[in-house]
């Protein structure tokens, strides 16, 4: 199993060393790095590495990098390591105090930096699944230990093992007397249909599994009990060792269920009296925080990272104006023809798989994905982060997805099937930014620069970058483009058009002018 490592350095030659270091070191390493602080969070919270090694100057050691990567559950665990000049005058306290694990000091030891890196996230690793452990262990004593409800140890096999004092008063019976009385028919998985179905979902599923039994106890009293089994594997083997039944009176509940038909005001009584329990606390306190996991989880995956927060902390975002920024729309020519020559489902499919391809093609851009409306695609470089190198990023994407649907086109036709064309529209302008309304909110941008991008596309080829001249006017001294001229556009008048055709040579590291050299992506890094 490889060690991920990410690596906060600016310096291209530091970088180098450090890479060649772990690389060459015989240990699975692989190493990413990021050189600017918003980048370096966002590929924490994206890739969650195994450690993150932070070469920056005493100034760029700030609080706010640190308290970015220590205040999301996605990054909190991952282990800091800070390389420091032997000379420098450190304050140690004030260091370990920021979250920063460990200290590298410069000249890197060649030995010393992967056996130190193999063991701090061996540790970490280890001690994370502890923590795991303990949790587990801690949950199970508290409810053995406090619950006045019934819990019950049950072997693979049917067999009781232990039982609580909330079993015994429960069922009237003592652990000796169930067992000799009702072990062989009521944890029975032949016989117990309830508890049989439990067991098995539980073995197959690995989850916790609740049912319901009715019973009869020793004074004639009929109940309906509740209960929960979870089961218990070994971690090694992963063969099931014991079930953990969790058992609650619910007869009350089971008798309201039936009013509740003739009696809908007596709902909120019986919610009352429900509510004043331990064990429905409790069960409602845990449902509530998994379901805030989970819409933090949904909010950070639909809108981008800086909005997602501020939703999160305040509950709304503002508006923002910002004054560059590239839109991209795509749209696939004869959609409507290749929806009746395609089945339903197989249209839906190939149109999935294609919107993959752009997101995974514009991500690595930085380029922002706004929506999908039909078979059109659109997205945008510059916000939520802002920055000046959108045109040439939005542009050499605009380049990569035609190349993308190019191939497949010919992969359809070689094997019989319709071919998807794509045309492609660039404009670069002002937008305005964010997120509106209460109810289905999404990040969306507004302006005439959207207008006009979606007007490239309609105005473009199949197979085609078609940008604006404004949008030429900023990527003009590295791709080869096309005049057009002026071009009569619906609501627009004429406006200037350009092909793009390729990187220029000397910037492009491939033939077809598609991927940026060397000397062309620090030219990008330097806007």
């Known amino acids: ?48 590495p195994d450690a993150i090694i932070l070469n920056l100057t005493p100034a760029e050691r700030n609080f706010e990098l640190l308290q ?52 701090i996230v061996s540790k970490n690793n280890y001690f994370l699944k502890f923590l795991k452990q303990a949790e587990k262990v801690e949950q199970l004593a508290t409810i053995a230990s406090k619950s006045s409800n019934s819990v019950a140890i049950i072997s693979p096999d049917g067999k009781l093992e232990w039982v609580n004092n909330g079993f015994t008063e429960m069922y009237e019976y003592s652990f000796i007397e169930f067992k000799k009385k009702f072990e062989d028919s009521y944890f029975n998985p032949q016989v117990n249909t309830g508890f049989g179905k439990a067991l098995q979902r539980c073995v197959s599923d690995k989850v916790n599994v609740l049912y319901e039994n009715f019973w009869k106890s020793k004074s004639g009293d009929e109940k309906w009990i509740q209960t929960t089994l979870t089961p218990v594997f070994h971690e090694v083997t992963g063969q099931l060792i014991n079930l953990i039944a969790i058992e609650t009176d619910i007869t009350e509940l ?68 910002y004054k560059l920024v590239s839109v991209l729309f795509t749209d696939f020519k004869g959609f409507t023809k ?75 036709i070689d094997n019989g099937k319709p071919a998807w064309d794509l045309r492609l529209g660039i404009h670069s302008g002002e937008v305005i930014a964010g997120v509106i309304g209460r109810k289905k909110i999404a990040y969306d941008i507004w302006g005439d620069t959207v207008n006009t991008a979606s007007r490239m596309e309609t105005a473009g080829e199949i197979g085609r970058v078609n940008i604006s001249g404004v949008t030429y006017q900023y990527i003009k001294d590295y791709f080869d483009c096309t005049y057009r001229g002026k071009i009569e556009v619906k609501y627009k008048g004429e406006l200037e058009m350009y092909y793009v055709n390729r990187i220029f040579t000397e910037f492009a590291e491939d033939d077809k002018g598609l991927i940026p050299n060397e000397k062309f992506r620090k030219i990008i890094a330097s806007y």
């Open 68 to 119: 970015s990567l220590r205040s999301t559950r996605e990054t909190r665990a991952i282990p800091l390591l800070v390389i420091v000049d032997a000379s420098e005058k450190l304050n140690l306290e004030k260091i370990f105090e920021m979250g920063i694990i460990d200290l590298l000091f410069k000249p890197i030891d060649k030995i010393e930096l992967p056996i130190r890196l193999k063991s």
């Open 254 to 321: 089971k008798k309201a269920e039936s009013r509740l038909e003739e009696q809908n005001n007596y709902l909120l009584k019986v919610t009352k009296h429900l509510e004043t329990t331990n064990e429905i606390l409790e069960k409602q306190r845990i449902e509530i925080e998994k379901e805030r996991q989970k819409a933090d989880e949904l909010l950070f995956n639909i809108f981008p990272y800086t909005v997602a927060k501020q939703l999160k902390t305040k509950g709304s975002t503002s508006l923002k104006t």
């Open 1 to 48: 199993m490889g060690y991920r490592i990410l690596l906060a350095e600016k310096s291209k030659e530091s970088q180098g060393e450090i890479k060649k270091i772990l690389e060459n070191s015989g240990l699975p390493f692989d190493v990413s790095t990021e050189g600017k602080p918003d980048a370096l969070i966002m590929n924490a919270y994206e890739n969650r």
């Open 338 to 412: 290749l929806s009746e020559q395609l089945p339903t489902e197989e249209l839906i499919k190939e149109l999935s798989n294609f919107f993959d391809a752009f997101d995974e093609i514009t991500g690595k851009r930085y380029i922002e994905k706004i929506k999908t409306i039909g078979d059109s695609y659109m997205c945008a470089g510059g916000l939520p982060l802002s920055n000046k190198s959108n045109p040439i990023d939005v542009v050499l994407a605009g380049l990569e997805i035609q190349d993308f649907v190019t191939k497949h086109r010919q992969h359809y």
